[in-house]
């Protein structure tokens, strides 16, 4: 009909659809491309594994719908993830060598020549003959930057604005310094006592337990100072309630070594017998100990994933290791035994040793031959350097002063302003402040295995009733621990109808009772038949009235 052939024209004629002769509508260009990336986002972005739940074999219609909603929510997240992605089109950059050229002999002048004017201003040299050496420190955004001279010398400043914030003397020795939370705090080690200044350079607090502390670590999400010094003990202080934590003696001797593991948050000390010990608050003797040198450990780095260490040590040389396995993966020699040790966002290795400075790329996949970025302080000796987070910038402290140098490909290119923000305002830093104080982790959350919260709690029976027990002795001293014995789902519904029809009498039950009682009866005559106890019966005649019957006792 002409109707049916102009219906049929106009369908054919709009946008997106194919109609074949059959009259079966098939799936336009754009839903096959769509169905193609939520695959391919599926694939690549589902972190949680529920994309591909198979409901079917599921017969519960309340667990059907929350394991179709979580399937969308989870379909959605992994295509926005899939999505986010044109949102990060900056990749780290590399030095190129031509030919015969070799990236380790650019200097910061011909890198100065070749880059742009914002590069070039991160450029710099700051000559403090008089208070070196330096130790540096970044803010975790990578805007801000402490330094601190063993004569005394302590300064805070904006380095890309060239804004100085802040500049004491406190006529005594530092031995290290460490941001805060953020900008607006920082630890001194002194020469006897630990302080924290604001960022005008007011003394806030005197921490008078912290004494002669050679190493300060501050843990971000858990809002604790951590020191260890010449005493061998590492103490750990509350900053957002001012307690002492955890008191844990090393019996190490004098230790100078600390670094942390920026994914599980666990402390690695290195001592004077060429060891790595590895520390949580909550226990009071270390979770591992590895022999990493024959002689002093000299540093220690953990790179941003936690998976691989290196250290140094006074026998001349670098390990690499795994800290997945503990086994060592390279081993390269130092001209002289390295002072300090950095591992960027990136994964570029930073070695100072004497007025050297060397930078290894991909050390921990494969032997390098050669470093991938050198630097050289002439005159001076130094002692610590610091990548700068989101920027390709080393700094490096030594005896002469302060500089930074540009180190291309080191920095992360793309940054979560929920994490670390470089552009964030006043009020966006005091938003911040406050979210991480609501979340902060506590203490005991510090583990070896960061994820095991959620998971299932496997320990035997024997293992659970021993820890209830001593939970419940310390916080019950004066009382005895009396074990209940709980009957899991007695109570229940179901438990209790049961009970209440055991009292009811019927006809089916006493015919079910009486036929299980004469099955037994029989099971019980055939068992003692078989092991010849009882004579087999025989049916009585007239006769047997008159033969003498047995006893009954």
């Known amino acids: 009909m002409p109707g049916q052939k102009g219906k049929a024209a106009s369908s054919a004629s709009r946008p997106g659809a194919d109609v074949t002769t059959s009259g079966v509508r098939q799936p336009d260009e754009k839903q096959v491309m769509d169905e193609r990336k939520q695959a391919a986002a599926s694939k690549k972005y589902d972190r949680a594994g529920t994309t591909n739940i198979p409901l079917r074999s599921v017969n519960d219609k309340k667990l059907k719908s929350k394991l179709k909603s979580t399937e969308k929510t989870s379909r959605q997240a992994a295509l926005q ?21 070799k990236t380790w002999k650019f200097t910061q002048a011909q890198m100065k020549d070749a880059v742009d004017l914002n590069t070039s201003s991160k450029m710099f040299d700051l000559k403090l003959n008089d208070f070196g050496a330096y130790s540096v420190d970044y803010t975790r955004n990578g805007k801000h930057m402490l330094i601190g001279g063993r004569k005394g010398h302590i300064a805070t400043f904006d380095w890309k604005a060239g804004r100085l914030g802040c500049e004491v003397h406190v006529r005594e020795t530092v031995r290290d310094v460490k941001w805060l939370h953020n900008e607006t705090m920082f630890a001194v080690a002194q020469k006897k006592y630990t302080y924290i200044y604001d960022n005008t350079g007011m003394e806030l607090h005197c921490l008078r337990q912290h004494t002669e502390v050679n190493r300060l670590e ?31 003696r090393t019996k190490q001797g004098r230790c100078d070594v600390m670094t942390q593991n920026p994914q599980n948050a666990i402390l690695n000390l290195g001592h004077g017998n060429g060891t790595v010990s590895m520390w949580a608050p909550t226990i009071s003797t270390p979770l591992v100990k590895m022999l990493c040198h024959k002689g002093p450990v000299r540093a220690v780095a953990i ?22 396995t503990y086994k060592c993966l390279q081993q390269y020699y130092t001209k002289s035994p390295a002072a300090t040790l950095a591992i960027s966002h990136q994964g570029l290795l930073a070695v100072g040793y004497g007025p050297n400075v060397s930078v290894w790329k991909d050390a921990f996949r494969t032997k390098q031959k050669e470093p991938y970025v050198s630097h050289l302080s002439a005159g001076n000796t130094i002692q610590d350097i610091a990548f700068c987070p989101y920027e390709d910038v080393l700094g490096i402290g030594h005896s002469g002063g302060i500089s930074s140098v540009v180190v291309p490909g080191s920095g992360e290119p793309n940054f979560d302003t929920m ?20 979340d902060k982790i506590q203490p005991e959350m510090i583990t070896m295995e960061a994820d095991f919260i ?9 293992v659970i009733s021993e820890e209830r027990r001593l939970e419940w002795e310390a916080n019950h001293p004066n009382e005895k621990f009396v074990p209940k014995h709980k009957a899991r789902g ?12 055991t009292n009811v009498l019927d006809g089916r039950r006493n015919e079910l009772r009486e036929k299980m009682e004469a099955e037994k009866k029989e099971r019980e005559r055939d068992r003692k038949r078989a092991l010849g106890e009882v004579e087999e019966e025989r049916p009585r005649t007239a006769l047997d009235r008159f033969t003498k019957r047995a006893k009954t006792q």
């Open 419 to 438: 994490e670390a923000n470089p552009y964030q305002t006043k009020s966006q830093r005091q938003e911040t402040e406050v979210h991480s104080l609501l």
């Open 303 to 324: 790179d941003r994933g936690g998976i691989h260490m290196a250290t140094t040590g006074l026998d001349g040389q670098m390990k690499l290791w795994d800290l997945r």
């Open 454 to 462: 959620g998971t299932v709690d496997r320990a035997p029976a024997e």
């Open 81 to 101: 993830a899939a999505q986010a992605e044109f949102l990060l089109p900056q990749e780290a950059g590399y030095l190129e060598a031509e030919g015969m050229e």
């Open 218 to 248: 501050f843990l971000p999400y858990h809002f604790l100072l951590a020191t260890v010094g010449n005493a061998g003990w590492l103490k750990y202080q509350d900053t957002s309630t001012g307690k002492l934590v955890a008191e844990l």
């Open 490 to 501: 007695k109570s229940s519904s179901q438990r209790r109808y049961l009970r209440k029809q």
